[in-house]
Structure formats: structure tokens, C-alpha cells
């Protein structure tokens, strides 16, 4: 049974459906790649402003915050959504080759609605501390050498968006922090885990030497064989990894080569080495590194091997979780 003040909030809400849709709606018609969700950004910035918030806009990459106070002591709480979509270019709705797929338009229209809800007279009432509401771009590690490009730049220091907004320090002060997403499991309303798995970001350049493949292929160097030698070699290695590790190594190839009739000489991998504990990661990491360098040396190629952050695991407070369940069964 919901509390008056609750029941009330849940009814503002209800007052605010149509905004909350049409964002939904928005950012999924306006699928955008990390740290290049400017349209997105925008309309949550719109939106936001609307409702009376002043915001802290981090200005050369998309994304923001705003506080409320309650005026009472207590714990800052961070609340989050996410910005960014995938390059997926299969997708049924797919727009230029990107979509939505991880859900992220859901939770950026969700957190309108708690900005929505709060925004209203007598919503902080019985509330302590201070609460923090956070777009937040760049989730998804992908085009590690697009990001690479914008870190030679001086814009980020980190590939991934939550993780800059902590060197920015939007995140200082923050105690507790959720945020909801999206799944396929459709047995539950809601649910909360225990955790998720950390990892690193890698880039694997290969370097060879071009020549004619059907006039000369004896006098080049061919970094594409090179390659999947490396990830041959770490296919081999999945064995030594321990289940309670949780390791996943997923490589692709971004380049591979620029001519059919020419020896490639030049071939590009990207990959996330993830597992439960940094530990494992450096651990894992060790290996995918020995390998992808063995499969340069076999065939006489160079690799150049980089290596950056990418999140830490995440461990969740079990006693949070445990408010998590309770407020979320009550609403259900």
C-alpha cells in the first residue's frame, strides 16, 4: 500500500505521461554513438530546463546534471540514464547504421519522469540530503579509435562517458547511486543483480609490408594473416580462463585490408578483455596480449598493442538491493 506522498508522486507521473513518451520516442528516431549524442542531449537539456532546472552542462562532449536540495541533511543520491546507441546496422529500425538496441532511449524518457515528479511543490517533503539527476553519454565502448582521436585532442581522457564525468568531478560527494535499464527477461517488472563484469578497452595494430597478391604475394607481409593468427591464439586461451572469472574476450576486425589484389599491410582489432575482478582482467589481459603479438611474430609482421580503461566491476550493496526490492514491490 503506497503512502499518500507516494501515491501522489506516482499520480505526477501519470500527468507527465505524454512528455515521458514523446522523449522515448525522440531518442529512439535519433539514435546517436557515444560522445556524439548532441540531439539527444539537447532535447533532455529542453526538457529539463522546462521543468525549472538549472543545469551543469559539460559543454565539449554532450551530457549533464542538476541537484536538489531538500535543505535536510543527508546522503547525496545520484540517479542516471544513459545516452548513447550501437552501430547496428541490421536492425529493423535502424537509422544510418545505428540503433537503440541496449535500450538506452527508455532510460533517458524514465528519468524525465523522475524529473518530472520531483519538480513538483511538496515532492522533496519527506525526503533527506540531496539528490543528483545525470544524463550521461558514451556508455557503450565502441569506436575505440574515434574516442582514441578525441583523446589525443585533450577532449576526454576516458573512453567511457560515466567515467569522465568522474574525472570532470560531477560525481564528487555522490553516496548512493542507481539507475534503471532495460532487459529481455520478461519474467519480472523489475529486478536487480548482484554486480556486472569490469574491462579494459584494447586496439591491436598491425603492421605488414603491401605487395602484389597475385604478382608477388612472396615479397609482402600479411598483417590481415597475421591477425587472425592472434586470434587463433587467443581462442586457444579460453580454456585457461575460469569460470568464476567471468572472462570475455569479443574481437573485431576494423580494417582489414584496402585492396583485394594487395597484401594487406595494415589491419586493425578492436576488443574488450571483461572479467568480475580487476585481478582477472590484468590476468586475462596478460594472455590476450601474448597472443595477439604471437600472431604478428609468426608471420613477421609488427603489432602495436594499446591498452585503456574501461569500467570497473561493479559490485552492488547487497542491503541496497534489499531497499531496491522493497520500494519496487511496493510499487508493483
Request: hydrophobic fraction near 40%; charged fraction near 20%.
Amino acid at each position: 500500500m503506497l503512502r499518500d506522498d507516494q501515491q501522489n508522486l506516482m499520480d505526477t507521473v501519470d500527468t507527465y505521461r505524454q512528455q515521458i513518451l514523446d522523449a522515448e520516442r525522440f531518442i529512439w528516431q535519433h539514435p546517436e554513438t557515444g560522445y556524439r549524442e548532441w540531439q539527444s542531449s539537447a532535447y533532455m537539456e529542453k526538457a529539463f530546463e522546462a521543468l525549472g532546472y538549472s543545469l551543469v552542462k559539460a559543454g565539449d562532449i554532450p551530457g549533464f546534471y542538476t541537484d536538489l536540495d531538500t535543505g535536510r541533511p543527508g546522503p547525496r543520491l545520484l540517479i542516471l540514464a544513459e545516452l548513447d546507441a550501437l552501430a547496428c546496422p541490421t536492425h529493423p529500425e535502424a537509422v544510418d547504421g545505428k540503433a537503440h538496441a541496449c535500450g538506452h532511449h527508455a532510460q533517458c524518457a524514465a528519468l524525465l519522469g523522475v524529473a518530472a515528479a520531483l519538480s513538483r511543490p511538496g515532492a522533496l517533503d519527506r525526503l533527506s540530503g540531496s539528490i543528483r539527476l545525470m544524463v550521461v553519454p558514451a556508455e557503450e565502448l565502441i569506436e575505440i579509435a574515434w574516442r582514441e582521436s578525441l583523446r589525443q585532442q585533450g577532449t576526454i581522457r576516458y573512453y567511457g562517458g560515466k567515467v569522465e564525468f568522474m574525472r570532470r568531478g560531477y560525481l564528487d560527494g555522490v553516496d548512493l547511486a542507481f539507475m534503471f535499464h532495460t532487459t529481455s527477461d520478461n519474467k519480472a517488472d523489475f529486478g536487480c543483480n548482484a554486480g556486472g563484469n569490469g574491462c579494459l578497452a584494447k586496439r591491436a595494430l598491425y603492421h605488414g609490408t603491401a605487395a602484389h597478391a597475385g604478382g608477388s604475394p612472396h615479397e609482402g607481409v600479411n598483417a590481415l594473416y597475421a591477425v587472425q593468427t592472434g586470434m587463433q591464439a587467443v581462442n586457444a586461451l579460453r580454456e585457461t580462463f575460469r569460470d568464476e572469472d567471468h572472462i570475455r574476450v569479443h574481437p573485431i576486425i576494423t580494417a582489414g585490408g584496402a585492396s583485394v589484389n594487395i597484401i594487406p599491410a595494415d589491419v586493425r582489432l578492436e576488443s574488450y578483455v571483461r572479467g568480475a575482478t580487476l585481478d582477472c582482467i590484468r590476468e586475462a589481459n596478460g594472455k590476450v596480449s601474448r597472443a595477439l603479438a604471437a600472431g604478428a611474430a609468426a608471420l613477421g609482421a609488427k603489432v602495436t598493442l594499446i591498452d585503456r580503461p574501461g569500467y570497473a566491476p561493479l559490485n552492488n550493496d547487497p542491503r541496497l538491493m534489499e531497499v531496491a526490492k522493497t520500494c519496487l514491490t511496493e510499487l508493483v
